[in-house]
């Protein structure tokens, strides 16, 4: 299974901070990717990085990979309210997309 | 970037009744769509992998003849949960490969369905 294991399980920090949350994988990956759940919502793909990239960004998110340690994590700055959300990675191969239980992430005002 | 159209939103049905969930894909062709199912504050559990013009892949655990897919077309794909019960009440979504982001490596993102929630009673 390519299922990523996001840590942690929950965030909660207030506007303006940054919010890191880690991702970790168990096989070899084409690449990774990480989407957004808005509360009974469906998924928003954030960004994609490459298994040969080791740092990629996408306005206030920041990704790195590290693939001998086969983990990555998102950062995201100068939080704002509208970022509260579950956030997921996917480390996929060629495969089907599988996720993680996510971390539940609460921007406060 | 691609959309998909998923529907309905919500739906309410009684036990023991059949609910159909449409997704489709706008402006791109989608010739595989995955359907998921997510319980409160739980992941996104892959349910089977739907293939137009041919028999969906159905994850271990999963029971085909209760959740029958069907991809006639590369822009629609439908789920129905047939003989619904109440602990089948979940969050329901499918996503298409986003063939708008593939790069020449292979490597494409995928678009989400915005989600039926079933509520079986």
């Known amino acids: 299974s390519q299922q990523g294991e996001e840590d942690p399980q929950a965030l909660s920090i207030q506007e303006g901070e940054n919010a890191t949350m880690n991702c970790s994988y168990k096989?070899?990956?084409?690449?990774l990717q990480w989407y957004r759940q808005n509360s009974g919502r469906g998924l928003v793909h954030l960004i994609l990085i490459r298994s040969n990239e080791r740092e990629k960004h996408s306005g206030r998110l920041r990704v790195t990979l590290d693939t001998s340690k086969k983990s990555s994590s998102l950062l995201i700055t100068a939080s704002r309210a509208a970022d509260t959300a579950s956030y997921f990675c996917a480390p996929t191969g060629f495969q089907k997309l599988v996720f993680g239980t996510g971390t539940r992430l609460l921007v406060s005002p | 970037g691609a959309v998909v159209s998923q529907h309905p939103s919500r739906v309410i049905c009684k036990s023991g009744t059949s609910v159909k969930i449409e997704c489709r894909s706008l402006?791109?062709?989608?010739?595989?769509m995955f359907w998921y199912r997510q319980f409160p504050k739980q992941s996104l559990m892959l349910m089977a992998t739907?293939?137009?013009?041919?028999?969906?892949?159905?994850e271990q655990g999963v029971e085909k003849d209760k959740f029958l897919i069907n991809h006639a077309s590369l822009t629609l794909s439908t789920l129905t949960v047939t003989s619904a019960h109440p602990e089948d009440s979940s969050f329901y979504i499918c996503?298409?490969?986003?063939?708008?982001?593939?790069?020449?490596?292979?490597?494409?993102?995928?678009?989400f369905g915005s989600g039926t929630r079933l509520t079986v009673v």
């Open positions: 402006d791109f062709q989608a010739t595989t």
């Open positions: 096989t070899s990956i084409n690449n």
């Open positions: 996503s298409a490969r986003d063939q708008t982001t593939w790069d020449d490596r292979g490597n494409y993102g995928y678009t």
């Open positions: 739907s293939n137009e013009g041919s028999k969906a892949t159905y």
